[in-house]
């Protein structure tokens, strides 16, 4: 029987600024724009054709404001990288396209895990970073495992594709735990976990040696 292993694509940063229009840098710029005209038509005297040029120029980027906050509400993530790659973690190792670590080369392992593809952004935690522009919808690929190898740091960002999938990294992190690839406090921080979780988690871990002893032991 072939061992249980978690697959997904890895996503790859890229360096440099992205200059790429989106929702939240339009609504910022609305932001800068207004308050600099304002700012400056404060300080001046203007005549009345100009105080209504100005009035009126206004009025448009409190409008491009209002627009790019709709927008956002209605944009999905286009993060500055690519998709490239394969990331698999299993109990026996972690491999990384061609590359492969085994848990007992593998120290000071972390990992997060956050939205999947298309899954609204900030609604449980952060509910009013809405208002301030940006994508609604999630790329999935914020999530990451990061680790040490031979005193060389390596972090992998990757895709979360759907619900089922994330599931399926939860179980995988859960069974590294019960082989003690990863420690309880990694376990529970990744997952965030709250305490009754962690106390359930812990419960789990016995039932499965048990459950594995019993099974040797027939």
């Known amino acids: 029987m ?10 790859v940063p890229f360096k440099g600024i992205d200059w790429r229009i989106n929702s939240s840098k339009l609504m910022y710029g609305g932001y800068f724009l207004f308050l600099t005209i304002g700012l400056i ?8 054709n100009n105080d209504f040029s100005i009035r009126t ?28 790659g394969e990331l698999e ?8 396209n061609d590359y492969s670590y085994s848990w007992t080369e593998i120290e000071k392992f972390e990992f997060r895990i956050f939205q999947v593809v298309d899954e609204i952004l900030w609604t ?3 509910p009013i970073e809405r208002y301030y522009g940006g994508p609604a919808y999630s790329q999935g690929v914020n999530n990451f495992i990061e680790f040490m190898v031979d005193d060389k740091k390596v972090k992998v960002f990757f895709q979360l594709e759907t619900p089922s999938h994330k599931v399926e990294l939860r179980r995988m992190i859960r069974l590294l735990f019960f082989h003690d690839r990863i420690d309880l406090s990694t376990t ?3 997952l965030n976990l ?3 979780e962690t106390q359930e988690l812990k419960k789990a871990k016995g039932k499965y040696l048990e459950d594995q002893q019993s099974k040797v032991s027939s």
């Open 41 to 48: 038509a404060s300080q001046v005297n203007l005549s009345s």
């Open 89 to 96: 973690i299993c109990v026996e190792r972690i491999r990384i």
């Open 124 to 126: 449980e935690t952060y």
């Open 194 to 196: 709250e305490y009754e």
């Open 57 to 84: 120029l206004l009025f448009s980027i409190l409008g491009l404001i209002f627009y790019s906050a709709y927008w956002g509400s209605q944009e999905k993530e286009q993060k500055y990288g690519k998709l490239e």
């Open 188 to 190: 529970y921080l990744g």
């Open 2 to 11: 072939k061992p249980p292993a978690f697959k997904a694509k890895i996503f």
